[in-house]
């Protein structure tokens, strides 16, 4: 047996495409293998007794450097290298994901009479990441979001917000979401830009995104939970209903705020709840 290594990402998935080189003391490579699907390298070829560099490469990360021991053996362990996305940034593991929208929110909370706030929450959306393989910066989300599914808790006020003064739910059934871009903005958080459109009206929109992390769920499949939120003028999607009392305070504020709480499971399907 020779060297062995295993290459995770800092939320421990492995990194399949990793490659590890060793150098003698002289910097001269001796020794390059290739992870297998499992992000491990297993049984490469024994090496001399001594001290070597091994630099683990993969793209889209930051290479790692080590020094390790090779024993009389040639058997050198070099144990588990973690890889930080270059840059310092994080996403899931590449590929697609599919929004759960049993286990994700998309609410929005409006300023009322000036003193309070109007909660509300669409209940029927659909969506899908795809988190590109080599760079980041080329992930992707798309969105569609049912506009009749609003619900604020008062059926009255329901039935307006559907009304043409507001979402005009019968000539605009759907409220979509595109991406265009993805800036990192620290090491979990990311500002994405898209086009937002909603009441026959497309503008961009940048969604301010925090990754909350992965995990396995209870139904075999994988989990990544995101956090965004942006800021709405509802005159930019051409609905400029207001009511102004006589004290001169307008019923509903002018701006919305968005609050994104999301669940995406790996792969293109979601699995049994």
């Known amino acids: 047996m020779g060297l062995t290594a295993r290459i995770r990402t800092r939320d421990g998935w492995a990194v399949s495409h990793a490659v590890v080189t060793v150098a003698d003391m002289t910097g001269a490579q001796v020794l390059r293998a290739e992870a297998d699907a499992e992000g491990a390298v297993r049984d490469a070829a024994p090496l001399q007794p001594g001290a070597y560099t091994v630099i683990v490469t993969a793209v889209g990360y930051a290479p790692a450097a080590s020094s390790v021991i090779v024993t009389a053996s040639g058997r050198a362990e070099v144990g ?69 599914s609003i619900d604020t808790g008062n059926g009255m006020r329901d039935g307006h917000l559907k009304s043409p003064d507001f979402l005009d739910v019968e000539r605009f059934p759907e409220i979509t979401f595109r991406s265009t871009g993805l800036t990192a903005t620290g090491s979990d958080r990311w500002t994405v830009h898209g086009e937002l459109g909603m009441h026959g009206v497309v503008r961009p929109v940048d969604l301010d995104l925090a990754y909350l992390g992965t995990g396995p769920d209870p139904w075999g499949g994988t989990r990544a939970a995101f956090r965004a939120t942006t800021e709405l003028r509802r005159e930019d999607f051409a609905m400029n209903y207001n009511q102004v009392l006589q004290a001169g305070i307008a019923a509903i504020g002018t701006t919305l705020k968005v609050e994104l709480d999301i669940q995406a499971v790996q792969g293109e399907s979601l699995p049994a709840a």
């Open 80 to 148: 588990t290298v973690t890889l930080a996305r270059q840059g310092g940034t994080e996403l899931p593991p590449p590929g697609p994901w599919t929004i759960d929208p049993v286990h994700s929110s998309v609410a929005a909370v409006a300023q009322h009479l000036g003193i309070s706030s109007v909660h509300g929450r669409f209940t029927q959306f659909s969506g899908v990441i795809e988190i590109a393989p080599d760079d980041v910066t080329k992930s992707r989300v798309e969105a569609v979001i049912r506009a009749g």
